[in-house]
């Protein structure tokens, strides 16, 4: 992982307001999902809050899967469906 990357600075500043500037090629591929998102209606979500606690993708990863009961309900909870 590269600290200075703009994925990882918007990363690090997320959730406190920061703005960042990034490139034009970054800006492209979040709007293409964006627009997945919209395609999909919230199915497809680049973000990965809702997951957050979920599955571990830091360096606490154990390899464990989280039960599919908890999934769902967080998919649902972030794309508004049942």
């Not at 992982?1 to 997320?14: C, E, K, L, P, Y």
């Not at 591929?29 to 997945?36: D, I, K, P, T």
Request: cysteine-free.
């Amino acid at each position: 992982m590269d600290a200075d990357s703009d994925v990882s600075r918007i990363n690090t500043a997320a959730g406190d307001g920061t703005p960042v500037t990034v490139s034009e090629e970054v800006i492209m591929v979040l709007g293409r999902a964006a627009e997945g998102s919209r395609i999909s209606g919230g199915a497809f979500d680049v973000t990965v809050g809702a997951f957050s606690g979920v599955w571990k993708f830091d360096e606490d990863r154990d390899g464990s899967v989280p039960d599919p009961a908890l999934v769902a309900e967080r998919r649902s909870s972030s794309t508004g469906t049942t």
